[in-house]
């Protein structure tokens, strides 16, 4: 199996990281310029970072309206998109509709000082709890999908399909749930 993720910004390597802890036979595809996805992958990765930057950074290889042109050809195949990549999902750029059935609002728990941690409820595989980690997250405003992850009663987690958005970092805990999840779903 061979799992993409975006090398834009953000905790690339901790995502790599968690995908190899859940199985060490996954092959990482780092995708840096679009030449990468022709390698074929199996599911996408859109990490977390600052989403302005990542479409500037983006711009000039074409990484990012590549990876929507292969979101669009692969709508079977899961994609987890984190922060940033939560705001990549419900607003891509090159005129293209949402990916996710919502809409977000960045940088909407607060400045870099406000980050915090907090005990969320998802239900996933199962219901139990989960440690998100919030890092100037985006909230979700208005929301067509299947909630995944709640803080208190705000959804911070939805399912469309097989695409997840994410407000939180997922990879920044001990927690694997959200790459086990991944991975069962590009399983073939």
Request: aromatic content about 0%; proline content about 5%; charged content about 25%.
């Given at each position: 199996m061979r799992i993409g993720i975006a090398m834009l910004q953000g905790a690339?390597?901790?995502?790599?990281?968690?995908?190899?802890?859940?199985?060490?036979e996954i092959e990482i595809?780092?995708?840096?310029?679009?030449?990468?996805?022709?390698?074929?992958?199996?599911?996408?990765i859109l990490p977390g970072g600052e989403s302005t930057s990542m479409r500037l950074a983006s711009a000039s290889k074409g990484l990012l309206e590549s990876l929507f042109d292969w979101m669009i050809e692969n709508e079977?195949?899961?994609?987890?998109?984190?922060?940033?990549?939560?705001i990549l999902l419900c607003q891509p750029e090159f005129e293209l509709p949402p990916f996710v059935d919502a809409m977000i609002s960045r940088n909407s728990f607060g400045r870099q000082s406000d980050s915090f941690q907090a005990k969320l409820k998802v239900r996933v595989f199962e219901e139990i709890e989960f440690t998100g980690v919030f890092i100037r997250a985006p909230r979700f405003i208005e929301n067509g999908c299947q909630?995944?992850?709640w803080l208190g009663d705000e959804v911070v987690g939805i399912l469309d399909g097989n695409r997840m958005a994410l407000t939180f970092h997922p990879e920044l805990t001990d927690d694997l749930l959200f790459h086990r999840w991944l991975i069962t779903q590009a399983s073939p």
């Open positions: 690339r390597s901790e995502h790599a990281q968690a995908l190899l802890q859940v199985d060490s595809v780092e995708l840096r310029k679009p030449s990468d996805l022709l390698l074929g992958i199996d599911a996408l079977d195949k899961p994609v987890l998109g984190t922060c940033a990549g939560a909630a995944v992850a």
